[in-house]
């Protein structure tokens, strides 16, 4: 069975910075590609970055020029870098990974952008 475990998550004040980290419990190879989504209560989930197989990348507009979706292969570890966070960043971030018509999901980190 594949397991995402997401680690990272906190309270951190706005301008500040967190790195997110997705470990599989699979290699990373196993994955066309995996993502970092996010959810408001109240809101659907947005997706924030997404990785390919091969290390090409794309995001979402929210977060491009602030984060960084990044990959250790040897860990089998996705990363998401997030800097200048704004409170409007306040949301449950999940790791989702995808293999052909299977995804997977994290159980999700709280990240809570508060002065």
């Known amino acids: 069975q594949v397991q995402l475990v997401e680690s990272g998550g906190g309270l951190v004040q706005p301008g500040g910075s967190l790195r997110l980290s997705c470990l599989s419990s699979i290699s990373y190879f196993s994955f066309n590609d995996m993502s970092w989504y996010r959810r408001v209560p109240g809101k659907e989930r947005e997706l924030v970055a997404t990785?390919?197989?091969?290390?090409?990348?794309k995001y979402a507009d929210s977060g491009k020029g602030r984060f960084t979706i990044s990959k250790d292969v040897a860990k089998n570890t996705v990363y998401l870098q997030m800097n200048s966070l704004k409170p409007e960043d306040t949301a449950v971030y999940f790791c989702?990974?995808?293999?052909?018509?299977?995804?997977?999901w994290g159980q999700g980190t709280q990240v809570t952008v508060s002065s």
């Open positions: 989702n990974a995808a293999a052909g018509v299977d995804t997977y």
């Open positions: 990785i390919f197989r091969y290390g090409s990348s």
